[in-house]
């Protein structure tokens, strides 16, 4: 059974820090493309950043760049977010999950192509 777990989310006033992580079973981690997306009350989900099977090459929506980081532990099957400067518009149910159709990440890649969600965890920015 495939599973994604993500765990780490909380409540953090704005310019503080996160580390979620990503805990997967019953795939090859390595064999993905790997997905943090997030969705905030009333909006659609959107994806935050990805990191490449193989190479580990990332790509991150402008809104996060330079504040979020992604990487993984394929030996501990996790993938993580560290989300530095937060701010209030970081607010939502963060996500993971696998690009079941492509190794490398693409910015354009359709979030049809992702598959095995985790239940998701929440992420509070506020004073």
């Known amino acids: 059974q495939v599973q994604f777990v993500e765990s780490g989310g909380g409540l953090v006033q704005p310019g503080g820090s996160l580390r979620l992580s990503c805990a997967t079973s019953?795939?090859?981690?390595?064999?993905?493309?790997i997905g943090w997306f997030r969705q905030a009350p009333g909006k659609e989900r959107e994806g935050v950043s990805c990191?490449?099977?193989?190479?580990?090459?990332?790509n991150s929506a402008d809104s996060v760049k330079g504040r979020f980081t992604i990487s993984r532990d394929n030996a501990k099957n996790t993938v993580y977010l560290q989300m530095n400067s937060l701010k209030p518009e970081d607010t939502g149910v963060y996500y993971c999950?696998?690009?079941?159709?492509?190794?490398?990440?693409?910015?354009?890649?359709?979030?049809?192509?992702?598959?095995?969600w985790g239940q998701g965890t929440q992420v509070t920015v506020s004073s």
């Open positions: 990191i490449s099977a193989s190479d580990g090459s990332t």
């Open positions: 019953g795939i090859t981690l390595d064999y993905y493309a």
């Open positions: 999950a696998a690009n079941t159709l492509r190794r490398l990440c693409a910015r354009s890649a359709p979030i049809y192509e992702y598959d095995y």
